[in-house]
């Protein structure tokens, strides 16, 4: 789901950098005041894990094929905020180093798939009671790709009706194709996801800890900060 | 986690995309993503990059491992190094 350079017209374009800038500000800003030391080699493991998680697509039928995006994960293990300094790390190195996903288009990249998916995965596991927990995890992992590439599709929609067709696609194909494919999609990151963290909660339970580090002040002299 | 932890946890992850790649190899590579088949359902081609990037994933089984292990330390390194830097100032952390 990686939106390469000259697909959107440039207003939708702008349009996501605003919105990844104002996040990543956000991010920084809220990160900076509550990130210990200790979490920072898990949230570096967990940059480099999504990383190569996302080179290894696999088959979803109709010739196309899906990969982990990793937005959920990194949104329920170390809460919505680091989890987007975290996938925008995966973006930016992604884009700069392979080329995958355009320039121009990372600020509509880490909207689709690092904002939107790490607030999916903080928030909607925790409006469901613990006990439905995996399941809240596995629907959070589903609509962050759902969603997130119902969105990519409205950008091509968008695109396409700015620029008198000049750039993005109609809406007829890019929203049955982007919300069918991804469906399917959705059902792989749900798996992955859901498993990865029943995994962790086994042979590292102290992972999973870590979301409320990230997400709570930390006191100096009592003080919280 | 103990440092032994994270030796164990960056083993396990690279042993898994070791075997991932072999499955990717099998069945997907070649295979478009959502997005890709979108636009080749539209007719849509993919246009000229705005940067050109140092890298590419690789085309055969070793130089896309190699690429994907470079990726993966950079973004140990690179992911590191920038969240060091946001905590340094918080310590080992008092809650």
Redesign the interface.
């Known amino acids: ?7 959107m017209d440039p207003t939708v374009v702008i349009a996501g950098w605003l919105l990844a800038m104002a996040a990543l500000v956000i991010s ?1 800003r809220v ?15 967990l ?7 996302q ?5 979803i039928g ?6 982990l995006v990793g937005a959920a994960l990194a949104g329920y293990l170390l809460g919505p905020f680091a989890g987007m ?2 996938m925008f ?2 973006l930016l ?8 996903g ?3 288009a990372l600020g509509l990249n880490m909207f689709n798939m690092a904002i939107i998916g790490c607030l999916l995965g903080y928030y909607v596991p925790k409006m469901l009671p613990k006990k439905a927990e995996k399941a809240g995890i596995f629907a959070a992992s589903w609509l962050a790709v759902f969603i997130g ?1 119902t969105v ?2 409205s950008e ?1 929609f968008l695109s396409y009706e700015i620029s008198g067709g000049a750039y993005g ?2 809406g007829t ?2 929203f049955p ?2 919300m069918l ?2 469906a399917l ?1 959705g059902i792989g990151e749900g798996l992955l996801t859901t498993g990865t963290i029943m995994l962790l909660a086994k042979v ?1 339970p ?2 999973l800890k870590i979301k409320k ?1 990230t997400m ?1 002040p ?3 002299g009592g003080v919280d ?1 | ?1 103990y440092k032994k ?2 030796l164990i ?2 083993l396990v ?2 042993g898994l ?1 070791t075997f ?2 072999v ?2 190899y099998i ?2 590579a070649g ?5 890709e ?3 080749e ?2 007719g ?1 081609e ?12 690789g085309n055969n089984y070793t130089s ?1 491992w190699i ?2 292990f ?11 190094l ?3 830097g ?10």
């Open positions: 789901m990686h939106i390469p350079d000259g697909l920084v990160v900076n005041k509550r990130i210990e030391r200790r979490s920072v080699p898990l949230m570096a493991m940059a480099a894990a999504i990383f190569v998680a080179m290894l697509n696999f088959p109709g010739g196309t094929t899906g990969h300094l975290v790390t995966v190195l992604q884009c700069l180093m392979f080329g995958d355009g320039v121009t590439a990519c599709a091509l696609i109609s194909i890019a194709a982007m494919s991804h999609i590292a102290g992972v580090a709570t930390i006191k100096r900060v | 986690m932890g994270y946890a960056l992850i690279l995309f991932g790649l499955g990717f069945f997907s295979l478009g993503d959502g997005l088949k979108t636009m359902d539209a849509v993919e246009g000229e990059s705005a940067y050109k990037a140092p890298f590419d994933y896309t690429m994907g470079l990726g993966f330390a950079a973004t140990l390194v690179v992911g590191g920038m969240f060091f946001l905590g340094k100032k918080n310590g080992p952390g008092k809650r």
